[in-house]
T-cell receptor, first 113, second 111 residues
Framework: KAGVTQTPRYLIKTRGQQVTLSCSPISGHRSVSWYQQTPGQGLQFLFEYFSETQRNKGNFPGRFSGRQFSNSRSEMNVSTLELGDSALYLC????????????FGPGTRLTVL | SQELEQSPQSLIVQEGKNLTINCTSSKTLYGLYWYKQKYGEGLIFLMMLQKGGEEKSHEKITAKLDEKKQQSSLHITASQPSHAGIYLCGADRGGADGLTFGKGTHLIIQP
């Protein structure tokens, strides 16, 4: 079974631009969560999608948004990028119910200049 | 919000030695996950513990969840260079805001 894939792996943007990151979950998994990892704050939960619906949302500004498609693939978008958005963005895939193991992708390293 | 405290923050161990990493929660855990991360890469799932007193092992790594479900330990026996990395514990708070993670323990194995 293929693992979680994320594209692109690396991205460099400038302040004010927007960016879209993609995550393809493990086949059969219906839920995707997104996390931001920075040296200062560690891993922080952004949002969770299940069957194309946002199920939970972390404490991030509205510039951070996401969506999930019918094939469970998910995208997250960050508009009006700020320097502080530089981070490793990780998505996690899981079946979607109960206490279920979350499997993480390799991440997208976003650098904002 | 529930916080997870990991200790130690960093650890340098001579190859072949045993080591233990701890993860303490201020609230009862519904599920406790252990992951390993190489710098700048994704998280590799190690183990998940749910029941108080539960203990799981995989190769030379053993994880335990205490009876009160507020503390977990990760023990590595006869450490190897491949064990080097960042170990993260993550807590399930019952389906709310994703997993809450500790700050991680940086493990260095000295040959």
């Amino acid at each position: 079974k293929a693992g979680v894939t994320q594209t692109p792996r690396y991205l460099i943007k400038t302040r004010g631009q927007q960016v879209t990151l993609s995550c393809s979950p493990i086949s059969g998994h219906r839920s995707v969560s997104w996390y931001q990892q920075t040296p200062g704050q560690g891993l922080q939960f952004l949002f969770e999608y299940f069957s194309e619906t946002q199920r939970n949302k972390g404490n991030f500004p509205g510039r951070f948004s996401g969506r999930q498609f019918s094939n469970s693939r998910s995208e997250m978008n960050v508009s009006t990028l700020e320097l502080g958005d530089s981070a490793l963005y990780l998505c996690a895939s899981y079946a979607g119910w109960g206490t279920d193991t979350q499997y993480f992708g390799p991440g997208t390293r976003l650098t904002v200049l | 919000s529930q916080e997870l405290e990991q200790s130690p923050q960093s650890l340098i161990v001579q190859e072949g030695k045993n080591l233990t990493i701890n993860c303490t929660s201020s609230k009862t855990l519904y599920g406790l996950y252990w992951y390993k991360q190489k710098y700048g890469e994704g998280l590799i799932f190690l183990m998940m513990l749910q029941k108080g007193g539960e203990e799981k092992s995989h190769e030379k790594i053993t994880a335990k969840l205490d009876e009160k479900k507020q503390q977990s330990s990760l023990h590595i026996t006869a450490s190897q260079p491949s064990h080097a990395g960042i170990y993260l514990c993550g807590a399930d708070r019952g389906g709310a805001d994703g997993l809450t993670f500790g700050k991680g323990t940086h493990l260095i194995i000295q040959p």
